[in-house]
């Protein structure tokens, strides 16, 4: 999965899939809870990938296939386990790289103020 950073002037700043994620304590973070997408924050997909513009922030974002998936998933309904259920049987992968993926591409989201906790 793959969150790609760009500031308004459109300089690439990070890719989430460039390395390691920061560590998460258990029960700590939107990880941990009900992950929901920010309002203020607007999305377009087209083929499988999902921009995202921050209203507020002017920053946006490019989400692949699978982390464009993931941004759907977080309404703010469903726990990190469930995300990761869902993704587990809408794509091949394990469970635990899914685990780990997903972990990180919320990481990424809630550091750029994207998602919230419900």
């Given at each position: ?11 690439e700043r990070r890719r ?103």
């Amino acid at each position: 999965m793959s969150l790609t950073a760009r500031s308004g002037a459109g300089e690439e700043r990070r890719r989430a899939s460039d390395g390691p994620g920061p560590a998460r304590r258990a029960g700590t973070g939107t990880p941990a809870g009900l992950p929901k997408r920010r309002e203020g924050v607007a999305a377009q997909t087209a083929d499988g990938d999902t921009v995202l513009l921050d209203i507020e922030g002017g920053g946006y974002f490019s989400l692949n296939h699978v982390g464009s998936r993931v941004w759907e998933l977080c309404d703010g309904t469903r726990s990190t386990a469930e995300i990761v259920s869902a993704i587990c049987d809408e794509f091949d992968v394990a469970e635990d790289v899914a685990m780990a993926d997903i972990q990180e591409i919320l990481d990424e989201l809630e550091k750029e103020n994207l998602v919230v906790n419900a």
